[in-house]
């Protein structure tokens, strides 16, 4: 049993990291954090806890957080920056939600996200916590930046394909779909249900903040420079994503066996039979990447599909993915969820 | 560890039970059938359940539904009375999800359903499965008649009230609005996402077939006979049900500690806090129902606000609460969930 | 060709209102102002005006608007009441679309709207602008309190029965289903899409603002008091009210008869079918409520069903027949729109 | 004023011609066929049309038809071409919404539609009834052939770039999200609300109807063979086709330039500000294409985002376009409608 605390509880990933750590047998959940909402029970913000959950929310106090075996942050960026320092010089594990150390270089993050980076002697030190890439590097890890939902969506589709060299890495184009819950649990006039629902539009084309992260980690995979057109679109749903991934091939492969086998001894990434589209419903609520490829024509465009649930694989179950590899629990603890359907 | 098999499993009460029963420690599944579908991977058609349900579906045989210890029928009505018969004889016990058990009244039966019932014996044996009224007949039933979707909220609502006779019984009003999933998984025109979205309509009120149903259950809660108004409404989403009841208070009484009192020791009806409003996403693929006791301007008319999943505790989740109760297993056992929240 | 000013034209009442009028031939727009965007470009706020309308925001100036033959207000409460003495007094018309003005009593404002209201002495000339009661006085009004979105849905189904006293006045019931965009175009958590889509709930049980504008209009067509128990319910769609009514009979009457009577001349009242159920979407942008009638079981309750899209016939198609009506021209001008279906 | 009728109104282009014909001035609707349905009055089907269309549906008389100066029609493939021959004949003027004369290759309409074209002969002479293309043909056309939903907004975002040369004509990637609308007014399970309503999915990548068509069009701007990658996606929405287009520069222009010159004088192809993101929703209900140009990072991949309302300009709407065009009236007429904004 281990004890877990979490910062910033009242986003979205914050109620879906409740909801599921809820279930986990090895997890007490000692603190729950919110300046804003302190005092609030948390089931009386989100309905869905009322007789699961009992915490109120508190004050971060980071002696009390660093009593904690582990720390989620699921937080807006720059929060994780000013208290992980402390909390990893205290010996406490950090697994951080939010986008404060998924770019390993300083000036790419200070540029897209427009501030000076406060503790930049620990991004070499994070390690970015997608499993099926770092599972050994998770392991022993003190501090876990969780990759972003695109980034989870968009890095899934595309390895087994640059890692084997099938594509050309200079010409990759991600046609990416998000379930408007992606914008977070904050009050705007963009996202209201009037605007959002029944209309469907890119947004971002000239560029968005989850980009030089899918390139930092294709050109990982490809082991050279990659170039990624990414252009992502608000879809009138509350969940989900759907990346519809295309390169050009190199050559002639057995794509759906190349598949098949990057990803056999993954238990959250589940290659469909070929021919098939995934749909994001089928993962809803569940921590999965369902993928199908496809080769139109027999041509020498390669198109993949890639569905997630953005808060699930793309967030709070991944987080927790990586809580259970590096605690060593059995990875699929507490995230074995099937999808609800319909 | 208990033997079950599942006649119909083609619709969504059929797979949310699938959905459900995945999670069951004392369950094997052994069985799905489905005419329609034999030969299919389950998991072909309900592409959620892939890695979960190994299963594909099968024709009916009798034989091997009788060595089952439970059956489920997860049929449109008519099919259950046919096959229920030699199971309860050869000592399967059977719940049924559908409409043949419910009504007591053969002749009310045949004339909602417009076919004559084919075993009427069997109706005064079967137990109507709603824990918060029949917990003890469901222990040892052979035969339970799992309540509609409708029936559920509006009876849990009214219980209270008609129990301890501080309404008028003739003047009670239920205004229910309904998820498309009420409408099940069939082709038709009018629950098209591009007919039932951005739209919202009263249906039958002339007459429904819950009506009936409602009304034996309330008439025994009141100890006398009672008069309904009950129209029902097609809500755009796709699960969740939100009963909206009207009574006219005969005397006063503190409402809410009589609705708190009586569902003191429940599970899985949940009276909130005074003032409050429940959501139907507050128990989305949960088993439970919550309730909100109002009396606008201390007048005397009461409005209950009852809000359940109608494929959990208005199908599916109830149907385990009672396999739970008839087989000695912890009641919350694989139906604990919490709602999936945004 | 009149000339006509909208003051605060960000809303969805008011974009509504550039829809419907820039269809009219006999209305040149002349001014609409916002504080918050002037300077922008309607059609840039508003995509669906590109090509439509070329006006820009303007911040409000009181010499402007009087030069108006016409000024909407399309404007929070209390914006209205401190811009309307001045113009009044200059000759300008005015319809408001807000509350300012709709409430006879002053007292009764004050304690809905918490605040004093600034020019009690226009109150008793505001015409309560609901043309199916006031059609006369709209002709001649200098100044018109258009009517809000539950109580033209609420009061067009009432209205038949009160005033032939068919029904009891103290007992009346409206159950009303609205769509998110009553809740205005504002930044807000609770109706995000996240928030408010694949969700039903009651809202303001204990007392809604819409209560003593309803219950006035009934007094006043029941020639006595009347009491009204109101729910409203927060729908999954953006547009529409489908309001549910309830009233206890206390004679035997020819309901289809009685209603299609009271409305015969009536170019946006639509009396159903017998046994119909009117759709939102059968409203939907269009200035018309349609209403059916039941008596189920030929018992003592009647329900009406009553639909209407609540920007349009609930507010500024609602407003624009005002405006044909006091300036002469053909009442349907403008607002003869077919609802887009699906 | 010229004589109309329409084969096949029961569907949703059927429903969308009327609600557009109904307001023509030059109009008159003289005969609205349907086999099922005959004797139902259209506005009994079809509730938005009550007060606005007084047909009857008749069963399909081709001396009646041959009466009228022009039929539509709004059929599943295969109608169109069996009874167009004898109309043509006879001196009436077609407009085919279905697929029979859009493939100029009768081996290739034979192979994707799979099943013998009965009138080859008339192939030739229709006329692709994109008036941004062939306004001149489509002027005295006998029969025209309306384009698809899917190729109006591929078409019109492309063919600057093809006409101009300026992308690889052999690497075009079209990624299209289309509402459910598309699927047209059938019974179905995969369009229902429960199956398509929050969910996104890609479909027929292997290889979809309106694939040869588009690559037809674009051949013919291009002026040499072209190769598409088209991957629709079933969007959760009723309404609107977004496509967003990608293609590799293979010169630098100006293109935002190069879509304001060539759209210059259309009246329905909006091109937006650099930098904007059309939406769905800025078109609904109206006649129009926008389009918004991007080059990410200067780099040589170009993105076009291209939104229609696929009933409308994608439908119903071009082909009255297309019939204003062909009987001299203001090509504008009845089609200039405000898209419905929430």
């Not at 029970?41 to 915490?55: K, M, Q, S, T, Y």
């Not at 969940?239 to 057995?254: F, S």
């Not at 995934?278 to 993928?291: D, F, L, M, Q, Y």
């Not at 599909?305 to 605690?327: C, E, R």
Request: glycine share 8%; net charge negative; hydrophobic share 45%.
């Amino acid at each position: 049993m281990i004890k877990v605390g979490i910062v910033g509880g009242t986003g979205y990933t914050g109620v879906e990291l409740l909801r599921l750590l809820a279930g986990h047998p090895e997890v007490s959940l000692e603190i729950i954090t919110s300046r804003s909402e302190k005092g609030m029970p948390v089931a009386e913000l989100f309905p869905n806890l009322r007789g699961h959950i009992d915490l109120a929310f508190t004050e971060p106090d980071i002696d009390l957080l660093a009593n904690c075996d582990l720390v989620f942050f699921a937080t807006p960026h720059t929060v994780a920056m000013a208290l992980v320092p402390e909390l990893i010089k205290r010996g406490t594990r950090v697994i951080d939600l939010s986008a404060d150390f998924r770019l390993q270089d300083v000036a790419v993050w200070e540029q897209w996200y427009n501030t000076p980076h406060t503790c930049p002697e620990l991004i070499a030190q994070a390690v970015y916590g997608l499993p099926e890439v770092n599972r050994a590097s998770i392991k022993t890890a003190q501090l876990i930046a969780v990759p972003g939902c695109y980034p989870t969506a968009t890095q899934l589709g595309f390895l087994p394909l640059l890692e084997n060299k099938v594509i050309e890495p200079m010409h990759l184009i991600a046609d990416t779909k998000s379930g408007v819950s992606g914008a977070g649990r904050k009050a705007a006039i963009g996202t209201l249900l009037t605007e959002a629902s029944e209309n469907m539009k890119a947004y971002a084309v000239a560029g968005h903040r989850h980009l030089p992260e899918i390139e930092q980690g294709l050109a990982l995979a490809a082991q050279q420079s990659v170039d990624l057109t990414f252009v992502p679109h608000l879809t009138p749903m509350i969940r989900g994503i759907h990346a519809t991934l295309y390169g050009r091939l190199t050559q002639d492969v057995d794509l759906q066996a190349l598949f098949e086998q990057r990803y056999a001894d993954e238990p959250f990434v589940d290659i469909l039979p070929a021919g098939s589209h995934p749909e994001t419903r089928s993962v809803r609520g569940a921590n999965i990447c369902r993928i199908a490829v496809h080769q139109p024509r027999d041509g020498d465009t390669v198109v993949i599909l890639s569905a997630i649930d953005n808060l699930v694989k793309g967030a709070s179950g991944q987080a927790i993915q990586n809580m259970n590899i590096m605690f060593g629990f059995d990875e699929t603890t507490a995230i074995n969820h099937i999808a609800t359907l319909p």
